[in-house]
């Protein structure tokens, strides 16, 4: 079975010259006779869809969604969910080995959380094709095209977002510009009883009068904050109610994050208290040691940190993200212990490293693309640190990552050419159901 639940298999070749053709079938799993058709037959390999299954696997599940397999918002419902974990922490440990060349001293268990009702931001996508039909199609892109599927209600969101959906749809047609919306997205901080929901509507045309006084119905009605986003993200505004607050709680370091709903924050809530506790543990502060956060964005990590260390130094590439989260330091009053650099991470080079100066300890939190100029950096800093006895390498890294195959390819330049061992390494099942995976890693320099 391959990361998107497509089981795996080789058709016979009738031509001894020729190796047994690959066969993914959507829907399969491993031990599983099942019969299927084929949608693509290429020269190397073939696609299928399930057509019945004849003998299932023992941790085969019936799907909780009725729109699942119409609908790409999760592709593993119908694999039991610890049989999902094992397979992402197989994912994990067969990238740091193949990609990386490295092996982690260490496999930590892996964490999981609820398996439902766990996604408090999400971006739901707007199709005007049935606006003939009297309708249009709010929700996730069905697998593998551009179409929106036809889903009414979704499991791994709030219950109160899931009946949402239905009313999203009527609230789009009832607009002057239905069909001038492309997308939607929710946002709610942490749960509690004064929490709410945040929703942004992309428009590419204004609103007309009668336009703005449904959206403020709507918005009365069904206890939401309407915002309006007509170009990029520095465009995004409120609209009704024109104030309001979004934050999440990490209670565990007694710190509370203010957001607007575009920025970058974790899904799943309760998995990134789970997340943050972890990470922070394993870097193991001391209250007379530096840490640099990289990647902070407006401080998920940093203000935690700074509860427990000397001084914390945060750097992201949005100047905007960096001064809301000293606006966040300054309202959970550590502000004296952090601060902020803008600098595009992506194009790290030593002598920037040079310049930030020696940390003891840092937490590198990167986007998918990884953290590839900044190990690279790090392993030129461990050559000059050899040549010009330099000592500005961090005891100890701590990577938490979105994206295996790229924080495999960082593990093997920081194992194999930097001089740090890879001393623990597991996942986080901070989006059930689905094919991402969460992970962290901890590297230690060598001694």
């Given at each position: 079975m391959d990361l998107e639940a497509q089981g795996i298999g080789r058709l016979p070749s009738t031509d001894p010259h020729s190796p047994n053709k690959v066969i993914f079938v959507a829907g399969?799993?491993?031990?599983?006779?099942?019969?299927?058709?084929?949608?693509?037959?290429?020269?190397?390999?073939?696609?299928?869809?399930?057509?019945?299954?004849?003998?299932?696997?023992?941790?085969?599940?019936?799907?909780?969604?009725?729109?699942?397999?119409?609908?790409?918002?999760?592709?593993?419902?119908?694999?039991?969910?610890?049989?999902?974990?094992?397979?992402?922490?197989?994912?994990?440990?067969?990238?740091?080995?193949?990609?990386?060349?490295?092996?982690?001293?260490?496999?930590?268990?892996?964490?999981?959380?609820?398996?439902?009702?766990?996604?408090?931001?999400?971006?739901?996508?707007?199709?005007?094709?049935?606006?003939?039909?009297?309708?249009?199609?709010?929700?996730?892109?069905?697998?593998?095209?551009?179409?929106?599927?036809?889903?009414?209600?979704?499991?791994?969101?709030?219950?109160?977002w899931s009946a949402l959906l239905p009313y999203l749809r009527q609230l789009v047609m009832d607009l002057s510009i239905r069909d001038r919306i492309p997308q939607i997205e929710l946002a709610m901080g942490s749960q509690s009883e004064t929490s709410i929901t945040a929703m942004v509507i992309r428009i590419l045309l204004p609103l007309t009068a009668d336009d703005e006084t449904i959206l403020i119905e709507f918005a009365k009605k069904h206890q939401v904050w309407i915002w309006t986003q007509t170009h990029g993200p520095e465009s995004v505004k409120?609209?009704?109610?024109?104030?309001?607050?979004?934050?999440?709680?990490?209670?565990?370091?007694?710190?509370?994050?203010?957001?607007?709903?575009?920025?970058?924050?974790?899904?799943?809530?309760?998995?990134?208290?789970?997340?943050?506790?972890?990470?922070?543990?394993?870097?193991?502060?001391?209250p007379d040691e530096s840490v640099l956060d990289l990647f902070c964005g407006i401080g998920n990590f940093t203000l935690p940190i700074a509860t427990l260390a000397k001084e914390v130094l945060g750097i992201e590439g949005s100047d905007v993200l960096c001064q809301r989260a000293q606006e966040n330091a300054l309202r959970n009053n550590i502000h004296k212990k952090v601060s902020f650099k803008q600098m595009n991470l992506f194009e790290t080079q030593l002598e920037h490293i040079k310049t930030w100066g020696r940390f003891d300890k840092w937490l590198i939190d990167p986007p998918r693309d990884g953290a590839y100029a900044l190990v690279q950096a790090l392993r030129d800093a461990y050559q000059s640190q050899l040549e010009e006895n330099l000592n500005?390498?961090?005891?100890?890294?701590?990577?938490?990552?979105?994206?295996?195959?790229?924080?495999?390819?960082?593990?093997?330049?920081?194992?194999?050419?930097?001089?740090?061992?890879?001393?623990?390494?597991?996942?986080?099942?901070?989006?059930?159901?689905?094919?991402?995976?969460?992970?962290?890693?901890?590297?230690?320099?060598?001694?």
């Open positions: 399969a799993l491993p031990s599983e006779y099942v019969e299927y058709q084929i949608t693509q037959d290429k020269s190397k390999f073939l696609k299928g869809k399930l057509t019945e299954v004849i003998t299932p696997a023992v941790y085969r599940r019936t799907p909780k969604c009725p729109w699942f397999g119409n609908c790409g918002g999760c592709t593993m419902q119908h694999l039991d969910s610890k049989a999902q974990i094992a397979l992402k922490q197989r994912v994990l440990e067969d990238n740091l080995a193949h990609l990386g060349k490295v092996k982690a001293t260490t496999l930590l268990r892996p964490v999981a959380g609820l398996d439902w009702a766990y996604r408090y931001r999400t971006r739901l996508s707007v199709v005007n094709r049935s606006i003939k039909k009297g309708t249009v199609l709010v929700g996730f892109h069905e697998p593998q095209n551009r179409y929106v599927s036809d889903m009414t209600s979704c499991e791994v969101l709030p219950p109160q409120p609209f009704y109610p024109l104030t309001g607050e979004l934050k999440y709680d990490l209670p565990e370091f007694g710190i509370e994050i203010p957001f607007v709903p575009t920025d970058f924050t974790q899904v799943n809530h309760a998995m990134n208290q789970v997340l943050v506790g972890r990470a922070i543990r394993l870097l193991e502060i001391a500005i390498l961090p005891r100890r890294i701590v990577y938490v990552s979105c994206n295996p195959a790229t924080l495999a390819r960082d593990a093997g330049i920081l194992v194999n050419e930097a001089g740090y061992e890879l001393s623990q390494a597991g996942i986080f099942n901070m989006f059930p159901h689905t094919s991402h995976i969460e992970s962290i890693a901890v590297f230690d320099l060598s001694t």
